[in-house]
């Protein structure tokens, strides 16, 4: 790997896998059998908040909308825990974001993973899709992405970051830290359209790609 080349920076959901509605619908039906009848509530504030870390979820969940105020740190923990079991198996089904394998494969920059799903989780996607030796290392929940893409550019002075990410709170992160955004775009909406924001649908094109990483950074 080159010293001069920039550094890479992925999320996870809706970067290197398409798992983000699957996410979505499981968090949904993880409160199902017991509370059924919040579950339209919790759907339209999950859905609004794509992207958010899912600990924090949980905690307006059960605190404001079931409303529970006893051992509510205890209940969150248990719900974290009985979450990402639930969840498992279905995400390892989740397939990678197009054209990201050889995109990464052929890539000679240094690479991270850095997301807000807990590590565990982040560790067994990567390992299901057979690249967790493709990343020099693997940041998530409770890490803050601001804090760690601003991390990583002290770790390497001089040395553009480039962070993919596909929501909001991906970008502010990127602009709290100063770093170049590329936002992964859906076909059911482009969160960055009012942001002037250069986004891709896939990595198919990695050439173009490539290029326009050159000409943004200047590496």
């Known amino acids: 790997m080159s010293d001069s080349l920039p550094i890479f920076v992925f999320d996870k959901d809706g970067v290197i896998v398409e798992s983000e509605p ?20 919790i759907r339209e504030f999950n859905r609004a908040n794509i992207g958010m870390a899912r600990r924090d979820k949980l905690k307006h969940v059960l605190g404001n909308v079931i409303g529970i105020q006893t051992d509510l740190d205890h209940e969150i923990e248990q719900y974290l825990d009985r979450s990402y079991h639930f969840v498992k198996d279905a995400l390892l089904k989740a397939p990678p974001v197009a054209g990201f394998l050889p995109f990464i494969k052929e890539s000679p920059h240094t690479k991270y993973v850095c997301s807000s799903a807990l590590h565990a989780e982040v560790v067994d996607q990567l390992e ?79 050439a173009a790609l490539h290029a326009w990483i050159t000409e943004a950074t200047g590496g």
């Open 22 to 41: 699957i996410k979505l619908r499981l968090f949904e039906e993880l409160f199902a059998d017991e509370h059924a009848e919040h579950v339209p509530a």
């Open 128 to 206: 299901a899709l057979g690249i967790e030796d493709y990343f020099e290392e693997v940041y998530a929940f409770p890490e803050k992405k601001a804090e760690v893409l601003s991390a990583l550019k002290t770790q390497h002075p001089g040395r553009p970051i480039v962070f993919w990410g596909d929501t909001i709170l991906d970008y502010n992160a990127s602009q709290k830290a100063e770093v170049t955004f590329i936002g992964v775009r859906k076909p059911d909406g482009n969160p960055f359209s009012d942001l002037g924001v250069h986004t891709i649908p896939d990595f198919e094109d990695g």
